[in-house]
């Protein structure tokens, strides 16, 4: 005779096996949770102009030297040089990002991110001294050591001195430095270079420097010290400083400086692969992992994180391209570039803003990445249909439907990683996600330029014929705009027409990469943003959150 036992409403069993996982997976760490400290509104106010100074610095400094770079090559020679000046820093910063969110977790955020600004302003008075070509590159990376704890150190501090539910409207502050960079650092970078000598486009960070360090040694005083007995994962920082490099070089040199055959780029190959498997072995095994893989078992950080990684490859990538239409096509000059993007910038700028009250008002997110990413493959899909013809007025236009959909996207994926990680965690978690960003910007540049410059050529050989682009190949490497419009009216068009299919083949395929995001962005689930109340706890996913959860959150 079978005795049948009473049927477990639904509800009950989801708890039941809700607690009994919150038993098995609860560590020492979760019970003795980190509290953050408490700000008033005047103090997040005041700490806020000293992270929007440091980010201006991190921001502004590869737009002033940028228009100085012409002048530098003059002054110090070394043309095979200059690329990296302008990767060196890129890369430097890149490697540093998740290891800066790392020692900010271990030895606390005040002391990590004032240790950032000084090594930045060091790189910059050094760059300034610099003698030639060689010790610019090294200075240059030395300052992007310092930019990576720049970038990850403004996120991370924000993440702890004020809620997510409230944080988005702080982060919308911080993502509208960008357009004060990306406008005025053309413009004081092209007034220094005509007015003054050349190294004050690396002094000029001093003074800026010297107030952010100021203002952020008082206001950071009440975050945590950290214990002063961190282990450092050197191993991990070697092999992800390894595998970064190698990854950049088989894109910078792949196709234009080596074969893709050759033994160069399979040798960078091989060992991109074999340093990468080793970085996985390692951060699964060490005490305390440089970039902990633990956080990418969360669902919505993964996909935050891709997305990053997939909107610095579509924005930072195809927007390089620009104003090289711009200037050989519209005919602006090099200073104007920076104010013919002002409609993208100030949309971006507003659309940040507008994003952030939003959250800290309803705290909800999922639309905005969704309309984001719509917005960023319909702005690089409208640049990829524009001819020899277009005028700056349908440009600009393109611009502010591309600039709508960055300023949904930059910051509300930040915050959804930062709300998917434990307090513990906020650095390595913020880290991460910048890291992939800037990893997304670095790749699309190194791709999006190979592509950019075969179609080129390819565009100059079917129009002017094999032998005419032979003979003018090293005329249109170092073709200009003041020397394009001394050409004849002929040789002018095809140029032209040259670089406006390269541009179009740029921003076909970041939009294709953009379009992808989308599938992405979708599969998002909406996780209640935390108070500091459970800050300390482990973010679930949206089918797993419980209701008590939930009511923690909004208050």
């Known amino acids: 005779?079978?005795?049948?036992?009473?049927?477990?409403?639904?509800?009950?069993?989801?708890?039941?096996?809700?607690?009994?996982?919150?038993?098995?997976?609860?560590?020492?760490?979760?019970?003795?949770?980190?509290?953050?400290?408490?700000?008033?509104?005047?103090?997040?106010?005041?700490?806020?102009?000293?992270?929007?100074?440091?980010?201006?610095?991190?921001?502004?400094?590869?737009?002033?030297?940028?228009?100085?770079?012409p002048t530098i090559l003059g002054d110090l020679g070394g043309l095979n040089h200059l690329a990296w000046v302008t990767t060196g820093y890129i890369l430097a910063s890149t490697v540093a990002t998740p290891i800066w969110g790392k020692l900010g977790d271990l030895l606390g955020r005040r002391i990590t991110f004032i240790t950032s600004i000084a090594i930045f302003l060091a790189g910059s008075a050094l760059c300034g001294m610099s003698q030639n070509m060689a010790e610019l590159v090294g200075f240059r990376a030395l300052q992007g050591l310092g930019a990576g704890g720049l970038m990850v150190g403004v996120m991370a501090v924000l993440a702890e001195i004020v809620p997510p539910r409230e944080r988005g409207k702080y982060q919308g502050v911080m993502m509208a430095v960008m357009p004060a960079a990306m406008i005025g650092g053309p413009l004081v970078g092209g007034f220094i270079t005509d007015n003054l000598n050349w190294r004050w486009a690396f002094y000029v960070n001093l003074p800026l420097g010297v107030i952010a360090l100021a203002v952020c040694w008082f206001t950071l005083a009440k975050l945590p010290r950290g214990t002063g007995k961190a282990r450092i994962d050197w191993t991990g920082s070697a092999l992800l400083t390894t595998w970064i490099?190698?990854?950049?070089?088989?894109?910078?040199?792949?196709?234009?400086?080596?074969?893709?055959?050759?033994?160069?780029?399979?040798?960078?190959?091989?060992?991109?692969?074999?340093?990468?498997?080793?970085?996985?072995?390692?951060?699964?095994?060490?005490?305390?992992?440089?970039?902990?893989?633990?956080?990418?078992?969360?669902?919505?950080?993964?996909?935050?994180?891709?997305?990053?990684?997939?909107?610095?490859?579509?924005?930072?990538?195809?927007?390089?391209?620009?104003?090289?239409?711009?200037?050989?096509?519209?005919?602006?000059?090099?200073?104007?570039?920076?104010?013919?993007?002002?409609?993208?910038?100030?949309?971006?700028?507003?659309?940040?803003?507008?994003?952030?009250?939003?959250?800290?008002?309803?705290?909800?997110?999922?639309?905005?990445?969704?309309?984001?990413?719509?917005?960023?493959?319909?702005?690089?899909?409208?640049?990829?249909?524009?001819?020899?013809?277009?005028?700056k007025t349908v440009t600009a236009l393109y611009m502010v439907v591309l600039g709508l959909g960055m300023g949904c996207l930059m910051q509300t994926t930040m915050l959804i990683a930062q709300n998917s990680a434990p307090l513990r965690d906020i650095g390595a978690a913020t880290g991460a996600a910048t890291f992939l960003?800037?990893?997304?910007?670095?790749?699309?540049?190194?791709?999006?330029?190979s592509i950019y410059a075969h179609t080129l050529t390819a565009s100059i050989t079917s129009n002017a014929g094999p032998a005419a682009a032979a003979s003018g190949g090293d005329s249109t490497a170092r073709m200009t705009p003041e020397l394009l419009r001394s050409l004849p009216e002929a040789a002018r068009h095809l140029f032209q027409q040259a670089v406006t299919d390269g541009v179009g083949a740029v921003f076909t395929w970041a939009a294709i990469v953009a379009a992808a995001g989308l599938l992405v962005a979708l599969?998002?689930?909406?996780?209640?943003?935390?108070?500091?109340?459970?800050?300390?706890?482990?973010?679930?996913?949206?089918?797993?959150?419980?209701?008590?959860?939930?009511?923690?959150?909004t208050a």
């Open 1 to 69: 005779m079978r005795v049948s036992t009473p049927r477990v409403p639904a509800a009950e069993r989801q708890r039941d096996r809700r607690r009994k996982a919150s038993i098995l997976t609860s560590t020492p760490a979760d019970t003795t949770p980190m509290t953050p400290p408490r700000f008033s509104h005047r103090e997040i106010l005041a700490t806020t102009a000293g992270l929007a100074i440091a980010m201006l610095l991190a921001m502004l400094d590869n737009m002033i030297v940028a228009p100085a770079l």
């Open 245 to 391: 490099t190698a990854l950049v070089l088989i894109t910078s040199w792949g196709g234009t400086e080596y074969d893709w055959s050759s033994p160069q780029i399979l040798g960078l190959t091989a060992l991109t692969v074999a340093a990468f498997i080793a970085f996985v072995v390692v951060e699964r095994r060490a005490a305390e992992p440089i970039m902990p893989l633990t956080v990418f078992r969360n669902r919505n950080f993964t996909l935050a994180g891709t997305l990053s990684f997939i909107v610095g490859f579509a924005m930072f990538g195809g927007m390089t391209f620009l104003p090289q239409f711009q200037q050989f096509v519209q005919g602006a000059s090099a200073t104007n570039s920076g104010l013919l993007l002002m409609p993208m910038m100030v949309s971006m700028m507003v659309t940040s803003l507008a994003g952030g009250q939003l959250i800290s008002r309803t705290g909800r997110y999922r639309a905005l990445p969704i309309v984001g990413t719509v917005l960023m493959a319909a702005g690089l899909a409208l640049f990829a249909t524009m001819g020899t013809d277009t005028s």
């Open 437 to 449: 960003r800037n990893m997304g910007g670095s790749l699309g540049v190194s791709i999006l330029g």
């Open 523 to 553: 599969a998002i689930r909406h996780v209640p943003l935390r108070g500091f109340a459970a800050a300390t706890e482990q973010p679930q996913d949206a089918d797993d959150t419980p209701a008590e959860a939930t009511v923690a959150a």
